[in-house]
């Protein structure tokens, strides 16, 4: 998506091989236009594959998904993150190392807001590893639901949670995919 | 705002005199149709007042503030909750209680995110004690900035949160307010 790729370069920062900020646009200060863009443009991407779900997890994802699930005229539902466990039978919840964090937490969602049959797409905002989306895919499995697709605002390529995400069978796509970075310099793959 | 309170009487839940869950259109699940209307709705009634900038608290608030940011233009910023003190000299931050959590978080915001001269609309999902929102407007006046309004989706008007704002000068604007509550009983002000 060539808007948000010249946003990146504009307004994104690498502050080294690893670590591209964009909370100038997308996780902290949000460019709700673009975000709507975003929105459009997975619509267009993900139409006539039978969604019958957005869901994202809290809480870089809510605004792109938000702006999905208005394109595409469907519900979001927003998986949470907690410390502790939850026992409850209405529940369902996975682990999910954060390699950003490193450390863990709890991916939940009530089961009310899933059901069996729904065929899911996902969006977040960044993909790296992939752990995230597999929690997710893993929620939305276990209760008898598919993920039709996973959308990615930003992927960093370099990192290997695209391609596990593609082996495990998912369908992703990235509107950004980072090939390189160094201090200050951002590559995109193509 | 007569569908968001046609929408709270059909799909929202009174599980006592306290406690309202609305999780199936507004913090769980969201109705993103609903939440453009609510979007609309605060960009016409905060309409030329010199607003700069919207300002919410991570995370039920997000999908209602992305959505009046895109109403108004304007760019959105996304306070961040933290459990532990950042001391840094870039970073604004306030210790704010949870009375539904019965505990306390750092309520924070990165300066550059926030102008002196800013006109900022604090936009949330809940307004009960009133506690994140004063929160926000320390951070915001902390900034040499201006609270130019809160916008808030429901209120529970009996409780104090709507009047302290008020007393302390605030512009609040709450688009359902409820005004009394039992068991799956639900009556608004007015």
Do not use: W
Request: hydrophobic share 45%.
């Amino acid at each position: 998506m060539e808007a948000l790729k010249q946003k990146i370069l504009k307004d994104g920062r690498a502050l080294n091989e690893q670590v591209l900020l964009v909370d100038s646009f997308l996780n902290h200060q949000v460019d709700a236009k673009l975000m709507a863009q975003v929105g459009e443009e997975f619509a267009r991407l993900f139409a006539n594959q039978g969604i019958t779900r957005i869901m994202t997890v809290e809480s870089s994802g809510i605004a792109p998904a938000a702006m999905t699930a208005l394109g595409m005229g469907l519900p979001l539902v927003i998986m949470k993150k907690s410390s502790s466990r939850i026992l409850s039978d209405d529940t369902l919840q996975t682990q999910v190392h954060s390699f950003t964090k490193n450390s863990d937490y709890q991916l939940t969602v009530k089961r009310k807001y899933i059901h069996p049959g729904d065929r899911v797409l996902v969006i977040d905002d960044f993909l790296a590893n992939g752990e995230a989306a597999f929690g997710a895919a893993r929620l939305i499995e276990e209760a008898g639901a598919t993920v039709a697709g996973i959308g990615i605002v930003i992927e960093k390529a370099f990192q290997p949670g695209g391609r596990r995400l593609a082996e495990a069978g998912y369908k992703v796509i990235s509107l950004a995919r980072v090939a390189k970075m160094a201090e200050n310099h951002i590559e995109f793959c193509d």
